[in-house]
T-cell receptor, first 118, second 115 residues
């Protein structure tokens, strides 16, 4: 597939459980972003990966949230001990890395994972 | 505090007329602005962008205007078509210092184009 893919598309879990959300970026895109959209809100930045550099975790709302990117490709966002306020659509985006040519790269978004915490 | 604001949650326009979507920002460090379009159950798709060194960028039926002194930008769609009905997000970018160019989004404006 040519686009960003995410799985699962929907996830319902019970409060206190851990969840893992997966993102497959576009091949060749070394920059990967996670955002979330809560009901009635805009997209909120969570974390950014660029190649082998240390990730920018400045948007993670608590230490219950973590993310990995293995091999510079697939990324997993993990939420531990989920709370009801974690219910949101989690979106992944990828782009070319910022550079002289691609200074501000268009970010391509996946369809998102809708997380519902009961 | 919200750094990117879209004060109109919804907008209805007749087919063939102009749609004007507005966006205000507060962070003077933002230097690149984008509009994304989102259909239900899909991720946002890039529509058009503008650098802070410009005041206008045009792409077919879509034009984005930037007024830096007012910290205001707008998206014009003319003529509007029923297929333009979607939620439109304004987004802004600045180098975070970690080189991430993360996007800060507004809450979106739902555009309905009436046939």
């Amino acid at each position: 597939g040519a686009g960003v893919s995410q799985s699962p598309s929907n996830k319902v879990t019970e409060k206190g459980k851990d969840v893992e959300l997966r993102c497959d970026p576009i091949s060749g895109h070394t920059a990967l972003y996670w955002y979330r959209q809560s009901l009635g809100q805009g997209l909120e930045f969570l974390i950014y990966f660029q190649g082998n550099s240390a990730p920018d975790k400045s948007g993670l709302p608590s230490d219950r949230f973590s993310a990995e990117r293995t091999g510079g490709s697939v990324s997993t966002l993990t939420i531990q001990r989920t709370q009801q306020e974690d219910s949101a659509v989690y979106l992944c985006a990828s782009s070319h890395p910022p550079s002289r040519v691609y200074t501000y790269n268009e970010q391509f978004f996946g369809p998102g994972t809708r997380l519902t915490v009961l | 505090d919200q750094q990117v604001k879209q004060n109109s949650p919804s907008l209805s326009v007749q087919e063939g007329r102009i749609s004007i979507l507005n966006c205000d920002y507060t962070n003077s460090m933002f230097d690149y602005f984008l509009w994304y379009k989102k259909y239900p159950a899909e991720g946002p798709t890039f529509l058009i962008s503008i650098s802070s060194i410009k005041d206008k960028n045009e792409d077919g039926r879509f034009t984005v205007f930037l007024n830096k002194s007012a910290k205001h930008l707008s998206l014009h769609i003319v003529p509007s078509q029923p297929g333009d009905s979607a939620v439109y997000f304004c987004a802004a970018s600045a180098d975070s210092g970690a080189g991430s160019y993360q996007l800060t989004f507004g809450k979106g404006t739902k555009l309905s184009v009436i046939p």
